[in-house]
């Protein structure tokens, strides 16, 4: 198994900036897609960024532009720098691991960590 543990949420003003952080560790296989999602109360999980090991991104339309996502694959850590944020996107972020080992999909899912953008 795969264990992430996220850090670097907290509160902002919107239009600020927060950085937060990934890091995974266990069974990491070296092919494999690190991904941010957020989830409000009531509300489906949606997908904010993904990133591959080979460093393919994919961005939520809302997002583009103003969010980046990156990683460390020597630290098995993965990133989503947060720009001119707004309130709306109050939410718990969760970071997702994925891989597909001999045919076998797995993934996991962090804690989640919680990001508020005051207007």
């Known amino acids: 198994q795969v264990q992430l543990v996220e850090s670097g949420g907290g509160l902002v003003q919107a239009g600020g900036s927060l950085r937060l952080s990934c890091a995974a560790s266990?069974?990491?296989?070296?092919?494999?897609?690190m991904a941010w999602y957020r989830q409000v109360p009531g509300k489906q999980r949606e997908l904010v960024a993904s990133?591959?090991?080979?460093?393919?991104?994919n961005y939520a339309v809302s997002v583009k532009g103003r969010f980046t996502i990156s990683r460390d694959n020597a630290k098995n850590t993965v990133y989503l720098q947060m720009n001119s944020l707004k309130a709306e996107e109050t939410a718990v972020y969760y970071c997702?691991?994925?891989?597909?080992?001999?045919?076998?999909?797995?993934?996991?899912w962090g804690q989640g960590t919680q990001v508020t953008v005051s207007s």
């Open positions: 997702h691991y994925s891989d597909v080992r001999l045919g076998i999909p797995r993934s996991s």
């Open positions: 266990g069974s990491i296989f070296s092919i494999n897609a």
């Open positions: 990133i591959t090991s080979g460093g393919s991104t």
